[in-house]
């Protein structure tokens, strides 16, 4: 049985409200980024985690070249780690809570960011439908 949204709930504005968020600027964390995929044929969400430093104009610069990395099109540098889980909470639990401590993120807006990501990758999983990382 479905459960109906609630009258008071509207989803166009949810998603515009989101939209324009999502337009914010924000602090790049200096221990890196992710770059969030699904492979539907493993059942899994998986998530690249790549280094970078932030350069004087806060852009991710590669580590190697210094030079500012591309926002758009793949990436030809390779990733420090690759983490996948079935669910967007035991995604969070290995990168959040391994055993050594060591934590690919060091700022609370992109640790929140990530977790968000990682439920809209899951849902896209469950439903079948495209996920596009925001």
């Known amino acids: 049985m479905a459960i109906a949204p609630h009258p008071a709930v509207d989803a166009a504005a949810l998603t515009a ?9 924000i602090q790049l ?4 980024y992710f770059l969030i995929y699904l492979d539907r044929e493993a059942g899994l969400i998986c998530a690249k985690h790549f280094t970078n430093i932030i350069n004087d104009k806060g852009l991710a610069c590669d580590p190697v070249t210094g030079k500012p990395l591309p926002t758009r099109g793949k990436s030809a540098r390779p990733e420090t780690q690759v983490y996948s889980g079935r669910t967007a909470k035991e995604l969070c639990i ?3 809570e391994n055993p050594d401590g060591d934590c690919p993120i060091s700022y609370l807006d992109h640790a929140a960011y990530l977790g968000r990501e990682f439920t809209r990758a899951e849902i896209a999983l469950v ?5 596009v990382q925001d």
Not at 127 to 131: F, I, K, L, T
Request: charged fraction near 30%.
């Open 127 to 131: 439903n079948g439908s495209d996920y």
């Open 29 to 32: 964390d200096p221990a890196g």
């Open 17 to 25: 409200l989101d939209n324009q968020l999502s337009k914010r600027f």
């Open 94 to 96: 290995k990168i959040f």
